[in-house]
């Protein structure tokens, strides 16, 4: 475009898509011609504006082609409509006067946009606000919609006014560009648009000369400018940023996350690296599947299918002549599926799968055996398999693996291209290119699956496959059995080295040991506890006197004792001391069920030797002592002298957690009832893997919950019909929550502080940060004056509409980062200031980071958990909070085996200091100086 022209909505659509484009768009370069898609869509889109005309004029609409200006009081339609107004030029394909609304409505105009796709696209709408953005000004209207009409002739209303802060920025970029244009375009962002982009070969030319960081399929601008920030810019710089993972102990599996540095690495070396070898199981018969369609209209028009059977190779074309074809293609493929009941199909991507959703649910097919039976690939790749390719499709794996096409530009987008010319002529060359194109992807599907599994038997051999968390060192097979008899020595070192015993042979043992099974070998001597013998109290307990299974029958006495040893501890105001105690009590018989029953005296213990308050001191030494189990067993024997193996540690928090189950139901139930609940979550490593621990509190009470995902249907489970006032963080999980919410402001104010100093010369971010300052100084002075106090912070209301009134809504900035807290303000415009509305409703979050603390503190110290204890001690954990919260020992009221916090009063404190009489203590302490002077003097 050359410069001096005007500003289209197609130039400001192409800066929205991409801000290079548009600038060569702007500065007037030819680029390559048009992408036969966009002519196919700029065909499709003038029959459906002559369809959608037809349609108007059979309702009664009068239509007239815009002529002069007079036109616009004389007709209801006025079709290419052009006009200008400040340096933006745009074409209206219809203007449409409204029929419904108030009188001063109906003279209005609304414009119609006509698309050839059925699908609306983004930059679609943006045309669409550009055409609105110009014709407020030029028909003085104070605001106006949009209509954009599909190729189907469906009609999609947009509100225009809410693209309107986004467009101006981008119009204002165009304008300082276009009278005067800068030198050096914006930098290369390769994205999925560039496939239609007459820009295409140029950006990829200059991309693979600089070796830029977009090459890569998985790379985003936010990315990119994280790394430029760190100095990488290039591929090959990215590619010496990657570290082996440090290998954890019992990691559970590998997670599946895409690791750009690696992907960078496979490049520069030009090695497969893996995580784990993929395993896909042979099987006699093999399935191979690819479907064809057009996204844009839902449809599918081809099947491609091979079928590898022990060492032949049969194919399957479906194809379908009309949309009424569509259902017998794919009761053909079920026929066919249901031929190899037993054999896998394997696809590549998540569009054969919907695509199969879509039919079944469109003629109501029953396509579940088939679905089962379908086995993804990309699963086997994702994150776990880095070939030496730029991105992970088909085209670029399947060329690695040795796969071919007989087109050059043979894409899914070019296979769209050639149907839709197809179906215009029928020409039986094309038909013919689609059906080869669609086997020769099932055909590179069947060498990936094949390299996939040669990998995964010879990774270990192959010089062209690494592992990634723990590289291959080369050695000969001599230097290999020097290294292990090294090792060997090195092992011996240990402290827990079996018998400190150097051993240079590999015996039959060390070649056995990863086929070692649980428990102790044969003959290994067994051991049991000792019974202390000597009892420090001994107390009877009755028999017992009904049969438990028999209500009402009397049991038998018997002469038979029950004896059961406890080992406690007792709390008293000057320390605690173990105490031994022996229950003893007659064992009673029922005739009718010919059994033995010990008294409940001696049953409630349930075999357990150790008693209440000595399993709540280990808890506590756990909960609030942060101690490991090892060290809790070492502090047991020397002050107790009790030798307690962890597990039975670990047996005590899982009795005690059970028993407190109750309690913390009660705390829930309060937490419930209180006017305001925090919300805040946290990440812990369960066994390698990462889950989410939620803590809901209301400033008393605690509890913890755990997830395996971050999704907030935890939250919306806990408060269904609550009706008080949620404060979290800025989480996009709690926006689905439909509760009155009061967003943490200290969370905000901290990202404003941080993104202040990294941005400390930027005046237009300076200035929105300081209006900010100023709205909230005098808030919190009152605050502090006056508490939480609806009637003394409502009158701030006014302010804050000032605030945004004058500083977000109206203004257009051109910073990203302001652009950024523009939007963040918008969007929590409800929830910022909810505490100015409400009496006693807090104003930030720290009450539940706060509670989560004592868990991060265990988290850096323990670095993994398993699932089954952190939920125990996450319950355990929840009633210690609640206790320090309400200022009570969370010993204490262990040890007094109570239930309820609430009611439960501690014994008073000791005090360790007292107030003294300053004057006194002076001259107390002059006397003592002149004894002193006194006694030295005399010496």
Same mark, same amino acid.
Request: hydrophobic share 35%.
């Given at each position: 475009?050359?410069?001096?022209?005007?500003?289209?909505?197609?130039?400001?659509?192409?800066?929205?898509?991409?801000?290079?484009?548009?600038?060569?768009?702007?500065?007037?370069?030819?680029?390559?011609?048009?992408?036969?898609?966009?002519?196919?869509?700029?065909?499709?889109?003038?029959?459906?504006?002559?369809?959608?005309?037809?349609?108007?004029?059979?309702?009664?609409?009068?239509?007239?082609?815009?002529?002069?200006?007079?036109?616009?009081?004389?007709?209801?339609?006025?079709?290419?409509?052009?006009?200008?107004?400040?340096?933006?030029?745009?074409?209206?394909?219809?203007?449409?006067?409204?029929?419904?609304?108030?009188?001063?409505?109906?003279?209005?105009?609304?414009?119609?946009?006509?698309?050839?796709?059925?699908?609306?696209?983004?930059?679609?709408?943006?045309?669409?606000?550009?055409?609105?953005?110009?014709?407020?000004?030029?028909?003085?209207?104070?605001?106006?919609?949009?209509?954009?009409?599909?190729?189907?002739?469906?009609?999609?209303?947009?509100?225009?006014?809410?693209?309107?802060?986004?467009?101006?920025?981008?119009?204002?970029?165009?304008?300082?560009?276009?009278?005067?244009?800068?030198?050096?375009?914006?930098?290369?962002?390769?994205?999925?648009?560039?496939?239609?982009?007459?820009?295409?070969?140029?950006?990829?030319?200059?991309?693979?000369?600089?070796?830029?960081?977009?090459?890569?399929?998985?790379?985003?601008?936010?990315?990119?400018?994280?790394?430029?920030?760190?100095?990488?810019?290039?591929?090959?710089?990215?590619?010496?940023?990657?570290?082996?993972?440090?290998?954890?102990?019992?990691?559970?599996?590998?997670?599946?996350?895409? !690791?750009?540095?690696?992907?960078?690495?496979?490049?520069?070396?030009?090695?497969?690296?893996?995580?784990?070898?993929?395993?896909?199981?042979?099987?006699?018969?093999?399935?191979?599947?690819?479907?064809?369609?057009?996204?844009?209209?839902?449809?599918?028009?081809?099947?491609?299918?091979?079928?590898?059977?022990?060492? @032949?190779?049969?194919?399957?074309?479906?194809?379908?002549?009309?949309?009424?074809?569509?259902?017998?293609?794919?009761?053909?493929?079920?026929?066919?599926?249901?031929?190899?009941?037993?054999?896998?199909?394997?696809?590549?991507?998540?569009?054969?799968?919907?695509?199969?959703?879509?039919?079944?649910?469109?003629?109501?097919?029953?396509?579940?055996?088939?679905?089962?039976?379908?086995?993804?690939?990309?699963?086997?790749?994702?994150?776990?398999?880095?070939?030496?390719?730029?991105?992970?499709?088909?085209?670029?794996?399947?060329?690695?693996?040795?796969?071919?096409?007989?087109? @050059?530009?043979?894409?899914?987008?070019?296979?769209?291209?050639?149907?839709?010319?197809?179906?215009?002529?029928?020409?039986?060359?094309?038909?013919?290119?689609?059906?080869?194109?669609?086997?020769?992807?099932?055909?590179?599907?069947?060498?990936?699956?094949?390299?996939?599994?040669?990998?995964?038997?010879?990774?270990?051999?192959?010089?062209?496959?690494?592992?990634?968390?723990?590289?291959?060192?080369?050695?000969?097979?001599?230097?290999?059995?020097?290294?292990?008899?090294?090792?060997?020595?090195?092992?011996?070192?240990?402290?827990?080295?079996?018998?400190?015993?150097?051993?240079?042979?590999?015996?039959?043992?060390?070649?056995?040991?990863?086929?070692?099974?649980?428990?102790?070998?044969?003959?290994?001597?067994?051991?049991?506890?000792?019974?202390?013998?000597?009892?420090?109290?001994?107390?009877?307990?009755?028999?017992?006197?009904?049969?438990?299974?028999?209500?009402?029958?009397?049991?038998?006495?018997?002469?038979?004792?029950?004896?059961?040893?406890?080992?406690?501890?007792?709390?008293?105001?000057?320390?605690?001391?173990?105490?031994?105690?022996?229950?003893?009590?007659?064992?009673?018989?029922?005739?009718?069920?010919?059994?033995?029953?010990?008294?409940?005296?001696?049953?409630?213990?349930?075999?357990?030797?150790?008693?209440?308050?000595?399993?709540?001191?280990?808890?506590?030494?756990?909960?609030?002592?942060?101690?490991?189990?090892?060290?809790?067993?070492?502090?047991?024997?020397?002050?107790?002298?009790?030798?307690?193996?962890?597990?039975? $540690?670990?047996?005590?928090?899982?009795?005690?957690?059970?028993?407190?189950?109750?309690?913390?139901?009660?705390?829930?139930?309060?937490?419930?009832?209180?006017?305001?609940?925090?919300?805040?979550?946290?990440?812990?490593?369960?066994?390698?893997?990462?889950?989410?621990?939620?803590?809901?509190?209301?400033?008393?009470?605690?509890?913890?919950?755990?997830?395996?995902?971050?999704?907030?249907?935890?939250?919306?489970?806990?408060?269904?019909?609550?009706?008080?006032?949620?404060?979290?963080?800025?989480?996009?999980?709690?926006?689905?929550?439909?509760?009155?919410?009061?967003?943490?402001?200290?969370?905000?104010?901290?990202?404003? !502080?941080?993104?202040?100093?990294? !941005?400390?010369?930027?005046?237009?971010?300076?200035?929105?940060?300081?209006?900010?300052?100023?709205?909230?100084?005098?808030?919190?002075?009152?605050?502090?004056?006056?508490?939480?106090?609806?009637?003394?912070?409502?009158?701030?209301?006014?302010?804050?509409?000032?605030?945004?009134?004058?500083?977000?809504?109206?203004?257009?900035?051109?910073?990203?980062?302001?652009?950024?807290?523009?939007?963040?303000? !918008?969007?929590?415009?409800? @929830?910022?200031?909810?505490?100015?509305?409400?009496?006693?409703?807090?104003?930030?979050?720290?009450?539940?980071?706060?509670?989560?603390?004592?868990?991060?503190?265990?988290?850096?110290?323990?670095?993994?958990?398993?699932?089954?204890?952190?939920?125990?001690?996450?319950?355990?954990?929840? $009633?210690?909070?609640?206790?320090?919260?309400?200022?009570?020992?969370?010993?204490?009221?262990?040890?007094?085996?109570?239930?309820?916090?609430?009611?439960?009063?501690?014994?008073?404190?000791?005090?360790?200091?007292?107030?003294?009489?300053?004057?006194?203590?002076?001259?107390?302490?002059?006397?003592?100086?002149?004894?002193?002077?006194?006694?030295?003097?005399?010496?």
């Amino acid at each position: 475009m050359p410069p001096d022209d005007s500003i289209t909505p197609e130039l400001v659509a192409a800066y929205w898509l991409c801000q290079r484009k548009g600038y060569l768009l702007l500065r007037g370069d030819a680029g390559d011609p048009p992408h036969e898609y966009l002519a196919l869509l700029d065909a499709y889109a003038s029959m459906s504006l002559k369809n959608y005309l037809d349609s108007l004029a059979a309702d009664g609409f009068n239509i007239r082609q815009y002529r002069n200006q007079g036109d616009l009081h004389n007709a209801d339609v006025i079709t290419s409509y052009e006009f200008k107004a400040d340096d933006l030029e745009v074409k209206v394909d219809a203007l449409v006067r409204m029929r419904l609304g108030p009188l001063k409505a109906r003279r209005h105009y609304v414009p119609h946009l006509v698309v050839g796709t059925q699908i609306i696209t983004t930059d679609q709408k943006v045309r669409l606000a550009v055409i609105g953005h110009v014709l407020v000004k030029a028909l003085n209207y104070r605001r106006v919609n949009g209509v954009i009409v599909n190729a189907a002739g469906d009609v999609s209303r947009v509100q225009l006014a809410k693209m309107s802060t986004q467009l101006r920025p981008i119009i204002d970029t165009l304008k300082t560009w276009k009278a005067n244009i800068p030198p050096q375009p914006p930098q290369i962002i390769l994205k999925d648009h560039c496939r239609i982009c007459p820009f295409k070969r140029t950006c990829l030319d200059q991309a693979e000369k600089e070796d830029n960081l977009s090459l890569l399929y998985h790379m985003t601008p936010k990315v990119m400018r994280k790394y430029h920030k760190k100095g990488i810019f290039t591929i090959n710089q990215l590619s010496y940023l990657f570290k082996p993972r440090r290998q954890r102990r019992k990691r559970a599996h590998v997670p599946s996350r895409f !690791n750009l540095e690696l992907q960078a690495l496979a490049l520069r070396t030009g090695k497969i690296y893996i995580h784990q070898p993929p395993s896909i199981p042979v099987h006699p018969t093999e399935l191979f599947l690819d479907i064809e369609g057009v996204p844009d209209h839902g449809t599918y028009y081809l099947i491609g299918l091979i079928i590898s059977a022990q060492g @032949s190779v049969e194919r399957h074309s479906l194809w379908a002549d009309s949309p009424e074809d569509e259902r017998n293609i794919f009761t053909t493929l079920l026929r066919i599926a249901e031929e190899h009941p037993d054999a896998p199909i394997y696809h590549y991507g998540s569009y054969e799968p919907k695509g199969l959703d879509r039919i079944a649910k469109k003629y109501d097919l029953d396509c579940d055996s088939i679905k089962r039976r379908l086995v993804n690939v990309t699963s086997f790749i994702f994150g776990k398999v880095y070939f030496p390719t730029r991105s992970n499709t088909l085209k670029d794996l399947g060329k690695f693996v040795g796969a071919t096409w007989s087109f @050059s530009d043979a894409s899914g987008l070019q296979s769209v291209v050639w149907w839709l010319q197809w179906e215009a002529s029928k020409d039986c060359i094309l038909k013919e290119q689609i059906l080869t194109y669609n086997l020769e992807d099932c055909q590179a599907l069947r060498l990936l699956v094949t390299e996939l599994r040669n990998i995964g038997h010879a990774a270990t051999n192959r010089s062209d496959v690494d592992f990634a968390d723990t590289p291959k060192q080369n050695t000969t097979c001599s230097g290999q059995y020097i290294h292990d008899s090294l090792e060997g020595i090195l092992r011996s070192a240990h402290a827990e080295y079996r018998r400190n015993r150097i051993g240079i042979r590999q015996d039959e043992t060390e070649e056995k040991k990863g086929q070692k099974k649980l428990g102790a070998p044969q003959g290994h001597q067994g051991f049991q506890r000792i019974i202390p013998a000597k009892a420090g109290k001994l107390i009877s307990v009755r028999r017992a006197i009904r049969c438990p299974r028999h209500r009402g029958q009397p049991l038998s006495p018997s002469d038979k004792l029950a004896e059961h040893t406890v080992i406690d501890l007792v709390f008293t105001k000057n320390g605690c001391k173990k105490t031994i105690t022996k229950y003893v009590g007659a064992i009673a018989y029922c005739p009718h069920c010919h059994r033995c029953y010990p008294p409940p005296g001696i049953r409630q213990f349930r075999g357990r030797l150790f008693g209440h308050r000595f399993r709540a001191w280990a808890a506590y030494q756990r909960i609030t002592l942060r101690l490991p189990y090892s060290a809790i067993s070492r502090v047991a024997e020397d002050l107790f002298c009790e030798q307690i193996s962890e597990g039975s $540690i670990v047996n005590f928090m899982t009795d005690l957690a059970e028993y407190y189950t109750f309690t913390e139901k009660m705390l829930m139930k309060r937490i419930l009832t209180s006017p305001f609940i925090h919300v805040d979550e946290t990440k812990i490593n369960i066994q390698g893997i990462n889950h989410y621990v939620w803590v809901f509190t209301d400033g008393t009470h605690v509890v913890f919950r755990l997830t395996e995902t971050r999704e907030s249907t935890l939250v919306q489970d806990i408060l269904n019909g609550y009706g008080g006032v949620l404060i979290s963080d800025f989480y996009a999980g709690y926006d689905s929550c439909c509760y009155r919410q009061q967003k943490c402001l200290v969370h905000l104010i901290r990202d404003l !502080n941080d993104d202040l100093w990294k !941005n400390p010369y930027d005046q237009e971010f300076e200035g929105f940060v300081g209006a900010f300052k100023d709205l909230l100084v005098p808030i919190m002075t009152d605050v502090q004056k006056y508490g939480l106090k609806r009637r003394h912070l409502n009158k701030h209301r006014r302010l804050v509409g000032q605030f945004y009134g004058h500083v977000v809504d109206t203004k257009d900035y051109q910073g990203e980062v302001t652009q950024k807290y523009q939007k963040r303000f !918008n969007r929590y415009r409800e @929830s910022l200031f909810k505490f100015l509305d409400e009496d006693g409703i807090p104003w930030n979050n720290n009450m539940a980071e706060r509670a989560s603390r004592h868990l991060a503190i265990q988290r850096k110290i323990s670095g993994s958990f398993f699932k089954r204890m952190a939920v125990e001690y996450l319950r355990l954990l929840g $009633i210690a909070q609640t206790c320090r919260f309400q200022k009570k020992s969370f010993l204490s009221f262990l040890i007094s085996g109570e239930k309820e916090i609430d009611q439960f009063k501690e014994r008073k404190r000791p005090k360790g200091s007292k107030p003294v009489d300053s004057g006194r203590c002076s001259e107390e302490r002059i006397q003592l100086r002149q004894c002193r002077v006194a006694k030295f003097t005399q010496f």
